[in-house]
C-alpha cells in the first residue's frame, strides 16, 4: 500500500504552528516574527507574580506508584518537592480521589506562555517540545514558575528543500547536507539549551531528505555529547532508516503499512521507543487530510509494538495549526484514551505519561509519586486503572510545589 499519503503527513507533521494572538493571526512562520513571540513571552514571564511554592498536605487519596493504586493514604510536600512527612503543611481533602504524577506530553509544539497556562491547566507539567525555529522561541517558554516545565530540541535537523525547510524557510545554513556537519548541527543545538536532538526522516525515495550517512553522523554526535535522539518518522521506510541511525525514540507511526515483526525485533534490539501521537494521525482523518484508513495502520502499528514489549510515551503533537488543531493539554487525556483503544493497558498508558516519559528524556526528578521527588501532581476523582478516562477529572495540579490555580473542567 504505497500512496502520497505518507508524503503528505511528512508535510504536515514536520510543520510549525501558526501563532496567533488576539489582535489577529500571526505566521510565527518566518524568523523575525518568532523573534517578537519569543519577546512577548520573555515580557510576560518578566512582569508575572512568582507563586511560592508551599508546604501541603494532601490527605485521603489513592496514589498511583506506577503499578497500581494504594490504599488511601496522605502525600506531603515542602516547597518544590515531595517529603515523607512536614510540620505545618496545609491540608487538602482529595476526597478519595486519585494522585497522580505530573503528566509529561512527550511531543508538542507550544508557542506562547498560554500555551504552557493551556497544558498546565490539562495536568502536564512536563512537555517536550519537539522543534523550535527560531531557537529563540523555545528558549522564551523555559523558566516560568507555576507552569509546565519546558525541554526542546533545538532546531529539527532537516535538508534543504525538505517539506520541514521549506515551510520554515529555514536558511542554508540551517539545514545539512553531509554528514561531516552533523558535529557542528549538534553543537548549536546544544549551545541554546537544548536536552536532545531532533531529526526530520522522510521516506529514502525523497529526493529532499536527510541522506542515512548524514542521520548517522547526527546520532552519533548526539550521543557523543550525552543527547538523546528523536526522529520524525510517519511510514515504514522512514522508521527503518531511522532506525538504522541508531535513534532512541521513533515518534509517529508507520501510517501507510503496519509494524511487522522485521520492524519491531530492530526497535527492540536496539532499546528504541516509540511515540505514536495517534491524535494527530486521528487529526489528519477528522480534518479529511487523509483516509480513515490511515488511522487504522496507525492504530495497528501501536497494537504490535505494545504487544512486542516496545516502550511507549504518551504525545500528541499537540499545535495551534487553523486546519489540524491539536489541542494544548487536553489532547494528552485523549491520547491516553486512544492508547488504550489500541490494546494498551491502563497501567502501561499511565506509565507512557508518566514514569517512562519521565526515564526515556532523562527527567529522573519525577515521573512517580515519591519522597525526593519534584512535586509535580495531578489530583483527579476517580480510577484511572479501571477507565482511563477518569484522568480528565481534574481536582487540583501542582507544579514543582505551586498549585495552578486555573485547573481546566473537562
Ligand atoms: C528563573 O526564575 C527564577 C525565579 O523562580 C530566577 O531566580 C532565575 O534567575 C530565572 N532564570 C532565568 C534564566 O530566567
Ligand atoms: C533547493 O532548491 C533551489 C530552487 O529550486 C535550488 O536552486 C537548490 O539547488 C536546491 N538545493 C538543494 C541542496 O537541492
Ligand atoms: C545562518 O546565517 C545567517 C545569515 O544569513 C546568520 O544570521 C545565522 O546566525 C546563521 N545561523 C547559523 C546557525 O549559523
Ligand atoms: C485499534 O486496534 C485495536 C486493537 O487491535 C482494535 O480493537 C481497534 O478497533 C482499532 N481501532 C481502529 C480505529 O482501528
Ligand atoms: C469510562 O468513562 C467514560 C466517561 O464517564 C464512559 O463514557 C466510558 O463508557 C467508560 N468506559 C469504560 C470502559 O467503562
Ligand atoms: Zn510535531
Not at 500512496?3 to 501563532?19: F, K, N, Q, R
Not at 525541554?151 to 525538505?162: C, K, L, Q, V
Not at 521513533?250 to 522485521?262: I, K, L, N
Request: negative net charge; contains cysteine.
Amino acid at each position: 500500500m504505497r500512496s502520497i499519503l505518507p508524503l503528505i503527513l511528512v508535510a504536515l507533521l514536520g510543520s510549525y504552528p501558526v501563532y496567533s494572538c488576539p489582535h489577529g493571526e500571526h505566521s510565527a512562520s518566518s524568523f523575525e516574527e518568532g523573534l517578537e513571540v519569543a519577546r512577548m513571552n520573555n515580557a510576560r514571564r518578566a512582569i508575572r507574580e512568582i507563586p511560592k511554592p508551599k508546604k501541603t498536605a494532601i490527605k485521603n487519596v489513592r496514589v498511583f506508584d506506577g503499578e497500581k493504586l494504594l490504599p488511601l493514604g496522605t502525600i506531603f510536600i515542602n516547597g518544590e518537592r515531595i517529603v515523607p512527612y512536614v510540620e505545618g503543611a496545609e491540608v487538602i481533602d482529595g476526597n478519595g480521589g486519585t494522585l497522580l504524577s505530573g503528566l509529561i506530553d512527550a511531543h508538542t509544539h507550544p508557542v506562547s506562555v498560554d500555551h504552557l497556562e493551556l497544558l498546565a491547566s490539562y495536568g502536564v507539567t512536563t512537555t517536550i517540545v519537539a522543534s523550535c525555529y527560531p531557537n529563540a522561541v523555545c528558549d522564551s517558554l523555559k523558566n516560568h514558575t507555576g507552569l509546565t516545565d519546558v525541554r526542546f530540541s533545538g532546531m529539527s535537523a532537516s535538508s534543504p528543500n525538505s517539506t520541514h525547510a521549506l515551510m520554515l524557510g529555514l536558511k542554508p545554513n540551517e539545514t545539512l547536507t553531509s554528514a561531516s556537519q552533523a558535529p557542528q548541527f549538534v553543537a548549536n543545538q546544544l549551545e541554546v539549551g537544548a536536552t536532545f536532538i531532533k531529526i526530520v526522516a522522510e521516506r529514502p525515495d525523497s529526493a529532499t531528505t536527510l541522506d542515512q550517512s548524514t542521520m548517522n553522523a547526527l546520532v552519533t554526535s548526539a550521543h557523543a555529547n550525552d543527547l538523546r535522539v528523536a526522529c520524525h518518522a510517519a511510514d515504514y521506510a522512514a522508521v527503518e532508516r531511522a532506525l538504522t541511525a541508531q535513534v532512541d525514540q521513533a515518534h509517529h507511526v508507520p501510517s501507510d503499512t503496519p509494524a511487522d515483526p522485521a520492524l519491531i525485533s530492530r526497535f527492540l534490539a536496539q532499546k528504541t521507543v516509540s511515540v505514536p501521537t495517534l491524535s494527530i494521525f486521528r487529526q489528519f482523518v477528522l480534518g479529511g487530510v487523509a483516509p480513515p484508513s490511515s488511522y487504522a495502520v496507525a492504530n495497528a502499528s501501536v497494537t504490535q509494538l505494545y504487544q512486542a514489549s516496545v516502550p511507549i510515551l504518551a504525545g500528541t503533537d499537540s499545535n495551534n495549526l487553523p486546519t489540524l488543531e491539536v489541542a494544548y493539554g487536553r489532547a494528552l487525556h485523549e491520547e491516553l484514551e486512544l492508547l488504550v483503544e489500541a490494546g494498551m493497558s491502563t497501567v502501561d498508558v499511565l506509565r507512557s505519561a508518566t514514569v517512562l516519559a519521565a526515564h526515556h528524556n532523562l527527567l529522573f526528578d519525577r515521573g512517580v509519586v515519591a519522597p525526593g521527588m519534584r512535586a509535580d501532581l495531578l489530583l483527579i476523582s476517580g480510577d484511572p486503572v479501571a477507565n482511563i478516562s477518569a484522568t480528565r477529572n481534574i481536582q487540583r495540579v501542582w507544579i514543582a510545589g505551586v498549585e495552578y490555580e486555573g485547573v481546566a473542567k473537562s
